[in-house]
């Protein structure tokens, strides 16, 4: 997850606008306003 995090940070990971969330790697992860990165359940979580 550490490492999505950072894909994240990098720009390297798809947005997805209907969802609001972030996919790398196969999961899932919102931002909160104040930056903080959560994932989202499910497959490889």
């Known amino acids: 997850m550490h490492d999505d995090v950072a894909q994240i940070a990098a720009g390297n990971a798809r947005w997805d606008p209907t969802t609001q969330r972030y996919e ?7 931002v909160e306003p104040s930056g903080t990165v ?3 359940p499910g497959a490889g979580m």
Do not use: W
């Open 24 to 30: 790398i790697n196969g999961r899932y992860y919102g």
């Open 38 to 40: 959560f994932p989202d």
